[in-house]
């Protein structure tokens, strides 16, 4: 006798969508590094995979929270998403889970005609979020699925038949990104926020009729895995074409601000840049945009509320978010202050100092040349507002000196000396290499301003360079780049494309010593090769046998060297 054939439900109550959600997490956590893959940026980036993981895993840990009645899941989902969104493509997945939200929290058990009418909303909030909203990215794929899904719910189709069509014309309108965006098609890969998207369809239908969740597509050899990238911008987010050389920076906050404001907070950022999405209401909003203006992008929220969480990151030298993705990913502690091995009990001082830096070299060459406290952090491995502020209060001085060491840090660093009875100085280092030159003017027992005059005085002058790895084809002032080629950046571009890094080190440093130039500072990064450093001095030895070079081992993710000139 057969066995009667299992029913599939044609609604969904809200302990199922609760599965749905953290179904979706799962999914985005499997598929992270192939969705990182599909990003077109040339330098180590792995973002949209990344960013929309940790946006559920926001979502999901404050679901575990939350009460099991609608109204209480319904919130958590939203609030959870509004305030772990990350990057372009957590901002606006947040807000389709928004939409989403809003339509089914009074409407449990969702049906196929709820459904599509939620999805209408998520696609409309998520296109009302985009400053510039642009097709080919995951705006048109929400947008399609949510019109196959109302077409499904006209012929009054169940809830079953309303996601399969969602995500039957999802998978089309993905597949046809690149026809949409040339930046896609040179790359010859689809959106990734899109194809993540595609993933809460297939949670969904897993939830409904428990088929199968897709496999991750086979990772290409030839690409590092995204544990040894950094997080970048998208195949969505990308506004270059394929270049480097327009807006350089992503500036993200959330924002205390009254609703009415909003509107002409997005209009001053308009004129500042691009990818903007500004999501939220009733007072809170999360921001996001691509511009080369960070202190006026933050000023225009000033100007209307209160920015908090500021987060800033350079999107040509995002290379050191390695250890951040892990610790984020992978459950080990959170970024905050790296303890310096000084006497907890120390007497006050006249001024204490706190750096920033990344690897275990740096940090003690940092708490070596007198820093109290440094904050693990760097490139796009932007430490908060609150991580700084934890660490300028917990050192033995009235007085405070500052080293962001990093651009993107210095204006998050800036904001300090108004949320902390502390006198604050921000020293502006953009890079480890001034960081460690301003602190050979560092004492303890000068006033924060007398130091600042002291340590402004050893920094200048200092000449700072890079190498680092490419992971996709891209063109630059120093020629094309393909995936795999090692990049030489200077103070200001990049400068040599390289297949090895040794030659990459060479064509910089060639390209940086000038006759002035008597000292050069090696910082060796964790993934060097002690025979290609053993080149790189070599060559300096023959061609420059006047320069002292000074060799240590910084340990610092993904930036096999740090060069740093002194006169």
């Known amino acids: 006798m057969a066995s009667p054939a299992l029913s599939v439900p044609e609604t969904m109550d809200v302990a199922a969508f609760g599965r749905v959600i953290a179904g979706f997490r799962d999914a985005l956590v499997a598929h992270r590094e192939a969705i990182n893959d599909l990003n077109v940026y040339p330098v180590p980036d792995g973002d949209t995979g990344t960013n929309m993981s940790l946006t559920l895993q926001s979502v999901v840990?404050?679901?575990?929270?939350?009460?099991?009645?609608?109204?209480?899941?319904?919130?958590?989902?939203?609030?959870?998403?509004?305030?772990?969104?990350?990057?372009?493509?957590?901002?606006i997945l947040s807000q389709i889970l928004r939409g989403l939200t809003e339509v089914i929290r009074d409407r449990f058990p969702v049906d196929g005609p709820t459904m599509?009418?939620?999805l209408a909303a998520a696609s409309d909030g998520a296109y009302g979020a985009v400053g510039k909203p642009v097709e080919g990215t995951i705006l048109t794929v929400?947008?399609?699925?949510?019109?196959?899904?109302?077409?499904?719910?006209?012929?009054?189709?169940?809830?079953?038949?309303?996601?399969?069509?969602?995500?039957?014309?999802?998978?089309?309108?993905?597949?046809r990104t690149p026809e949409m965006l040339s930046v896609l098609a040179d790359a010859g890969v689809v959106d990734a926020g899109g194809a993540g998207l595609l993933l809460l369809f297939d949670a969904a239908l897993s939830e409904m009729d428990g088929r199968p969740l897709p496999e991750p597509e086979p990772r290409d050899p030839a690409r590092p895995a995204a544990a040894e990238t950094a997080p970048g911008p998208s195949s969505a987010e990308a506004s270059t074409g394929g270049s480097i050389?327009?807006?350089?920076?992503?500036?993200?906050?959330?924002?205390?601000?009254?609703?009415?404001?909003?509107?002409?907070?997005?209009?001053?950022?308009?004129?500042?840049g691009d990818s903007i999405a500004v999501v939220g209401g009733d007072g809170l909003w999360n921001c996001h945009v691509h511009t080369d203006d960070i202190g006026g992008a933050i000023e225009a929220g000033i100007a209307v509320g209160r920015p908090h969480r500021?987060?800033?990151?350079?999107?040509?030298?995002?290379?050191?978010?390695?250890?951040?993705?892990?610790?984020?990913?992978?459950?080990?502690?959170?970024?905050?202050?790296?303890?310096?091995?000084?006497?907890?009990?120390?007497?006050?001082?006249?001024?204490?100092?706190?750096?920033?830096?990344?690897g275990a070299g740096v940090e003690a060459i940092l708490t070596s040349l007198g820093a109290h406290q440094v904050v693990a952090g760097g490139q796009s491995m932007?430490?908060?507002?609150?991580?700084?502020?934890?660490?300028?209060?917990?050192?033995?001085s009235a007085e405070v000196v500052v080293l962001p060491n990093n651009k993107n840090i210095i204006p998050v660093a800036e904001q300090l000396d108004a949320v902390t009875d502390r006198t604050v100085v921000v020293m502006p280092t953009r890079n480890i290499i001034e960081g460690m030159a301003a602190l050979m003017g560092f004492s303890r027992t000068y006033s924060a301003d007398r130091n600042r005059e002291l340590m402004t005085a050893a920094a200048t002058g200092v000449v700072a360079g890079e190498v680092t790895r490419a992971v996709r084809a891209a063109t630059s002032p120093a020629g094309e780049i393909a995936a795999g080629d090692w990049l030489g950046i200077g103070p200001d571009a990049i400068v040599a494309v390289a297949p090895t890094a040794e030659e990459a080190a060479?064509?910089?440093?060639?390209?940086?010593?000038?006759?002035?130039?008597?000292?050069?500072?090696?910082?060796?990064?964790?993934?060097?090769?002690?025979?290609?450093?053993?080149?790189?001095?070599?060559?300096?030895?023959?061609?420059?046998?006047?320069?002292?070079?000074?060799?240590?081992?910084?340990?610092?993710?993904?930036?096999?060297?740090?060069?740093?000139?002194?006169?």
């Open 245 to 272: 050389a327009d807006l350089r920076y992503e500036v993200m906050f959330f924002l205390d601000a009254a609703d009415e404001a909003v509107p002409g907070f997005k209009e001053a950022w308009a004129a500042l």
């Open 61 to 91: 840990e404050e679901l575990d929270m939350a009460g099991d009645d609608p109204e209480s899941v319904c919130r958590a989902v939203s609030h959870g998403a509004l305030m772990g969104g990350r990057g372009n493509s957590g901002v």
């Open 310 to 358: 500021i987060r800033v990151t350079d999107l040509l030298e995002e290379v050191e978010e390695q250890e951040w993705v892990r610790r984020e990913v992978g459950g080990a502690p959170e970024l905050g202050p790296v303890e310096s091995p000084a006497d907890p009990d120390e007497p006050a001082v006249a001024c204490a100092a706190v750096a920033v830096g990344a």
């Open 116 to 118: 599509a009418e939620a």
């Open 382 to 396: 932007n430490p908060s507002t609150a991580e700084l502020l934890a660490a300028v209060e917990s050192v033995p």
């Open 506 to 567: 060479t064509a910089l440093l060639a390209a940086m010593i000038a006759p002035e130039h008597d000292l050069l500072t090696i910082i060796v990064g964790s993934g060097a090769n002690p025979a290609a450093t053993a080149a790189i001095v070599e060559w300096l030895a023959a061609d420059y046998p006047g320069l002292d070079v000074d060799v240590t081992e910084g340990g610092q993710p993904l930036y096999p060297y740090y060069f740093g000139l002194d006169e």
């Open 142 to 175: 929400a947008r399609e699925a949510a019109e196959a899904a109302g077409a499904a719910a006209d012929r009054r189709a169940g809830l079953l038949e309303v996601l399969e069509a969602a995500l039957e014309r999802g998978r089309d309108a993905l597949a």
